[in-house]
């Protein structure tokens, strides 16, 4: 017994020691990152960590993979029990676990999750031996199979330990609740008790080398998440998934060099975008689920973690050495040594790979800072870009014209500027509702909606400036401050509460960004604020509007603010609309191509984003597609005319003014909008 507890204790302080070995290297390294808070908001956080962490929510969003983790997940916490029970057994043979050790119910509980793991094994092993899916192209599936194979023998290590000791005479449970465990037993009760015995210890100690092998590899292997995911998703932004992180820059540590603008280097990530490097399983569901990738370009959400990481290691071990012996370590940059540049202009930021990650990565943070980096840094973009930033800059806008035209779009339709204090409501028009031809239509439609309403409101008219979205998300942050500060300036000094938005650009910045810049308002978006004025009878459509219609959500209203009920409600308010939904819709959306300042910058590789959209649409027979944002019709019907088709591309609000009974705007527009292909 001595002999045993003595090799147990060596074994344990050898992996332990090992363990905490790596675990240090690895918090060093994530800690040569730029600090991020991330405290607060608990009880959001621990929430978090019931329902997708234990509840595995994200994961069974897709039944077949999702039944696969959470299987190994939820079997591996029970046998956190047979673990402590095995390591007990090497000591003394008869050892049970305090208090519930007997329990018949643990025996059944033990043994049922045990079966699932091998349930669940057999069903990775079929999805990726058999249905070979394409998001584990680039990963790293030997690696996997490692791991894999590994918790195999765990498991079956654990149920040969099992049925010995049932043969042997020591369950610790009755034998009628441990059905599997008892059916194996039959192996063995042939045997003499010598060899029972023999086998009972052989088990023993393969199961516990085999446990803490498992447990040191992992710190070792690319598949670090079953280590880091949990804190990864507990250490994850609570805010909504819209919200970029700012860059608060410090002009005194600038100039010390202390601070860098967004990520040049690998060290110049936040403690938790490395972090996130760590969490990646590999699984591929962001890569699957991005439209850029879908496309044909070269970005992979997948495949930007694992590059960084792989990265994170090559520098981390020499840039904690030149650190330890006080010197310095010359640090590739990012882009392009380790990001093609491609990669990073590539990105809409539409969210779809946050949504679909399992362990909270924030892939947008970092595609931005790498952005920041080369924008505000070296001045480094696509040509294009450069008349977006320079019309930004000179014009307020990215149209580049002039600010005094601004409310040209309301010409005759009487709509008040706000004069002194603000009425009830400040409709915010976004640059795309105020100087594009077909966005303006939005604009006139909202407006025209909210006078038949009685929605007392105002518009800034000259004095509205761009909300900053596209000088944030192509890197310009500094740009993106200074319109931020003076659009909050100007609404503070107005004595705006509400505002109504109804580009989901505008709406995001304004809602979830401007409390950063002191601008704290309510922000609804107009799809809202419609549904509730149609709810209430302020707004009777009346007409018929025969059409089959297609609801496409914006990244920015849908996945970012998650508002997608609220446009499908006005539709299916308005007679004569019926609706079909796309196959990608709500969470599972698909972008239209303009978000992330994409909008302003040539689409030169691959399919174009918004044409691979319309091609969706198409297939649904629609005859309109319903949009909520001003980007995602531009976009749309560039797509629809290069198709050639006749499919309209309307905004809600003009299929909801279409059907009013007023004749004299009403007859500028058809009521019936087409029939389905
Ligand atoms: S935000 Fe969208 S485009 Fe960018 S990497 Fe994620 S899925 Fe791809
Ligand atoms: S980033 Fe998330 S979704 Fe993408 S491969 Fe890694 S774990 Fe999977």
Redesign the pocket.
């Known amino acids: 017994m001595i002999a045993r507890a003595a090799v147990l204790v060596l074994m344990l302080a050898l992996a332990g020691g090992l363990f905490a070995r790596r675990i240090g290297f690895l918090f060093r390294m994530v800690r040569l990152g730029r600090p991020v808070d991330r405290s607060g908001d608990l009880p959001t956080r621990l929430a978090r960590e019931g329902s997708q962490v234990l509840g595995q929510r994200k994961l069974l969003q897709r039944l077949l993979p999702g039944l696969m983790h959470a299987l190994i997940f939820w079997g591996f916490l029970v046998l956190l029990t047979t673990i402590l029970e095995a390591l007990g057994q090497a000591v003394s043979v008869d050892f049970a676990l305090p208090l519930i050790g007997h329990a018949a119910w643990l025996g059944l509980v033990q043994d049922v999750f045990a079966a699932g793991v091998l349930v669940g094994l057999a069903i990775a092993a079929w999805i990726r031996l058999v249905q070979r899916p394409e998001?584990f192209v680039g990963?790293h599936t030997v690696e996997a199979y490692r791991i894999l194979g590994l918790i195999l023998w765990i498991v079956v290590t654990l149920f040969g330990l099992r049925a010995a000791r049932i043969a042997d005479g020591l369950a610790a449970t009755s034998t009628a609740w441990t059905p599997i465990s008892t059916g194996l037993s039959h192996l063995f009760t042939w045997m003499g008790p010598g060899w029972q015995r023999f086998f009972v210890w052989a088990f023993l100690w393969a199961h516990l080398s085999l446990v803490l092998g498992f447990l040191v590899y992992l710190g070792y292997s690319k598949h670090l998440?079953i280590l880091t995911s949990a804190v990864n998703v507990f250490l994850a932004s609570t805010r909504p998934r819209g919200t970029l992180t700012p860059l608060k820059i410090d002009m005194d540590a600038l100039e010390a060099g202390t601070q860098s603008l967004g990520a040049e280097k690998i060290t110049d990530l936040t403690h938790k975008e490395l972090l996130?490097l760590y969490?990646?399983?590999?699984?591929?569901?962001?890569?699957n689920a991005c439209p850029a990738w879908n496309t044909g370009k070269p970005l992979s959400?997948?495949l930007l973690?694992m590059d960084l990481r792989d990265d994170l290691f090559r520098e981390g071990a020499d840039i904690l050495r030149a650190l330890r012996e006080g010197g310095t370590h010359e640090t590739r940059p990012l882009v392009p040594d380790v990001i093609d540049e491609d990669v990073v202009w590539a990105c809409t930021t539409c969210g779809a790979?946050m949504q679909?990650?399992?362990?909270d990565?924030e892939?947008v943070d970092t595609i931005v800072d790498l952005r920041r980096y080369l924008v505000m840094g070296e001045s480094r973009f696509p040509a294009e870009a450069g008349a977006l930033l320079r019309n930004l800059e000179n014009q307020q806008n990215p149209w580049g014209i002039a600010q005094s035209q601004r409310a040209d779009w309301a010409e005759g339709l009487d709509v008040p500027l706000v004069d002194g204090a603000a009425p009830e409501y400040l409709y915010w028009v976004g640059c795309a509702g105020s100087f594009d031809d077909r966005a303006k239509k939005i604009s006139r439609a909202v407006a025209e909606l909210l006078q038949r309403a009685g929605v007392p409101f105002a518009i800034l008219g000259p004095r509205e400036a761009c909300s900053g979205d596209p000088a944030r998300r192509i890197g310009n942050e500094f740009l993106f401050q200074t319109l931020a500060e003076q659009n909050v300036e100007t609404l503070n000094a107005a004595g705006v509460t509400k505002v109504i938005a109804n580009c989901p650009h505008c709406f995001n910045t304004l809602r979830n960004e401007y409390p950063e810049y002191g601008g704290r308002y309510e922000v609804i978006h107009h799809t809202q604020l419609l549904e509730d004025l149609v709810r209430s009878g302020r707004l009777r459509p009346t007409e018929e509007v025969r059409t089959l219609l297609a609801y496409h959500d914006p990244c920015y209203l849908g996945r970012h603010n998650e508002i997608y009920d609220p446009p499908r409600d006005v539709l299916s308010r308005v007679p004569g609309v019926e609706q079909v939904e796309m196959p990608r819709h709500r969470e599972r959306g698909m972008c239209c191509g303009a978000g992330g300042a994409r909008m302003w910058m040539e689409e030169r590789i691959g399919k174009r984003i918004n044409d691979e959209r319309m091609d969706e649409a198409a297939s649904t027979g629609a005859g309109t597609v319903g949009v909520a944002c001003p980007y995602c019709l531009i976009m749309l019907d560039d797509g629809a005319r290069a198709r050639g088709d006749e499919v309209e591309i309307l905004d809600v609000a003009q299929v909801l003014r279409r059907a009013l009974p007023d004749p004299a705007p009403a007859a500028a527009e058809p009521a019936d909008l087409g029939q389905a292909h």
């Open positions: 998001r990963s998440h996130d969490a990646c399983t590999e699984c591929g569901r962001c890569q959400p997948k973690i790979c679909e990650c399992p362990v990565i892939h």
